[in-house]
């Protein structure tokens, strides 16, 4: 662990979350999209350890300010981040098991399963090794925490009672049951029966303690890493998915926020997906969370605030008007119905004093959308390949304006090198027309050119892209559910001449820490 992030046994590091003003949502600035998942290291899986340190030094080095992550909750089906059984809490796949060494609460010898069952350095992500050995190290290093960290472990759970009770019992449910759906569970249970849950819970007391100690070690390990990126001057976007999970803690605990008519959400046909998609999440039950001040959704808010210095509202379009997939059909059968708008914005401001919010608002966009995002004053979205749609969009950097962050591609895209071979050679010729002489070699650094000399004050750039992958490197692709999120970077694969090169495009761009000097300026981009 780097020296600055040393903390005395049991004690937090103090993080201070810098305000932003609402209207100038961001410093003009550029960042990498990098999941925890994907960064390398020995278990499997990216963690909270060594490796993401050694990530932000790189970013810190090439003058990064940005680190983008997709959602760091606990995934549910499919491995996906956007499926996750939590809104709340944080993937214990992401704590490191080294620092728990460090810490005491495990022997070295603990982690030998995994370099004999292939938790080595690779470039994809073994979510099964982690399902296989994680919970049993999780199990051996409460029995040793909770009583060493007594007094800021009862802290942490009365500070975070509001959501850690519901998911603790779910969790600790699920598992008892078999991992299947909390739908297939006894119906007591499934349906809340006070006195059958009661029961159960007491029978399971020891694993209930196990899950709040667990979420209570990533909660410190994240915060003694965002401690670390702060000092670098590096801010982190966390990532809030609209809809909850349909087998999730809040599915099972808060049913009555949710539409129980079996209708789920998704999106019409798009240049992602020609049939639409359904992605099978349920519905809010609008009316009553309005009638009840949207509390839940300033809880949700203000808890991801308290994680990240900016927050990315996934599938923003979501709050001015939702698309309703109905129960059993596909989304040639669906239909739009109007959202909650500006009251929900209303509901945020009035509980939480600022909201450094990057609104994602791509797909169907209407001027009531564009209407509702200038409401909120959150920077908007752009996205360089979507910009060669059929139509034209309003994705060419022309079109920008200062608040937003522009993205080569997201993780819902492919990698700009994959999505330039596989488009037509007619389109490859438009985006020549624009961008000037590229090829499979170039077009990836060539779209980070354009969107760093943008006048987007944000700008993010997925890893994948620096390192100029192909297709094979790809994070998700949209209404596929299984073989996903496995992409991960390899030790040492962001080599110094990637990030030698990124620094001065980013001194070239004025998104630097430091002015451009004339031997940095490049002879050829």
């Known amino acids: ?132 050995l ?143 998609q359904a992605w099978g999440n349920p519905l809010y039950n609008w009316k009553y969370m309005a009638d009840h001040g949207y509390e839940w959704w300033v809880q949700r808010v203000s808890h991801d605030l308290s994680l990240y210095d900016f927050l990315r509202f996934d599938h923003f379009r979501g709050i001015e008007s939702y698309f309703v997939v109905p129960a059993g059909k596909t989304p040639l059968s669906g239909h739009w119905e109007a959202g909650p708008g500006k009251a929900l914005i209303d509901a945020l401001r009035a509980k939480i004093r600022k909201l450094p919010i990057i609104a994602e608002d791509l797909g169907y966009i209407t001027p009531a959308v564009k209407e509702l995002l200038n409401y909120t004053g959150f920077a908007g979205t752009q996205v360089l390949q979507l910009a060669w749609a059929d139509p ?34 007619r389109k490859k010729d438009w985006v020549r027309q624009y961008v000037g002489p590229v090829d499979d070699e170039t077009v990836a650094w060539r779209f980070v050119r354009e969107a760093m000399l943008s006048v987007a004050e944000c700008c993010v750039t997925p890893a994948q892209d620096l390192m100029n992958l192909g297709s094979w490197a790809r994070m998700n692709t949209p209404s596929v559910p299984m073989g996903n999120w496995k992409w991960r970077m390899l030790p040492g694969e962001l080599t110094s001449e990637i990030l030698s090169r990124l620094r001065r495009l980013t001194r070239l761009s004025g998104r630097g820490n430091t002015e451009l000097q004339w031997e940095d300026r490049p002879a050829d981009h």
Request: hydrophobic letters at 35%.
């Open 1 to 132: 662990m780097p020296e600055s992030t040393e903390r005395s046994e049991g004690q937090f590091l103090t993080v201070h979350w810098r305000r932003i003003p609402a209207r100038k949502n961001m410093k003009r600035g550029s960042g990498i999209l990098l999941h925890v998942s994907s960064l390398p290291g020995p278990f499997g899986i990216g963690t909270l350890g060594s490796e993401a340190y050694s990530f932000l030094d790189s970013m810190h080095s090439a003058e990064q300010i940005y680190w983008q992550v997709l959602p760091c909750n606990p995934p549910g089906y499919g491995d996906s981040p956007y499926q996750s059984t939590s809104a709340f809490a944080g993937n214990p796949a992401f704590i490191d098991l080294s620092l728990l060494v460090h810490d005491g609460l495990l022997d070295p010898e603990d982690l030998d399963a995994f370099m004999t069952q292939g938790g080595s350095n690779s470039c994809e992500a073994d979510f099964g090794l982690n399902h296989r």
């Open 134 to 276: 994680r919970p049993t190290l999780l199990r051996k290093a409460a029995d040793r925490g909770i009583s060493r960290y007594r007094e800021e472990f009862a802290l942490f759970k009365e500070k975070e009672s509001y959501w850690l009770e519901d998911y603790a019992l779910f969790e600790s449910f699920h598992t008892h049951f078999g991992d299947v759906s909390y739908l297939n569970w006894p119906t007591p249970i499934r349906e809340r029966d006070p006195q059958a849950v009661k029961t159960l819970a007491l029978q399971l007391a020891a694993e209930v303690e196990t899950v709040k100690f667990t979420q209570y070690l990533y909660n410190r390990q994240w915060f003694e890493l965002k401690t670390y990126a702060n000092r670098l001057g590096i801010q982190i976007i966390g990532d809030m998915p609209i809809y909850v999970a349909p087998d999730s803690c809040e599915s099972w605990a808060h049913p009555q926020m949710l539409m129980q008519d079996g209708t789920t959400a998704g999106v019409p046909a798009d240049a992602l997906c020609k049939e639409g």
């Open 392 to 425: 034209p969009s309003s994705d060419l950097p022309y079109e920008y304006v200062p608040n937003c962050a522009v993205y080569t591609g997201t993780h819902d895209n492919d990698t700009t090198r994959g999505w330039y071979e596989g488009i037509t050679e």
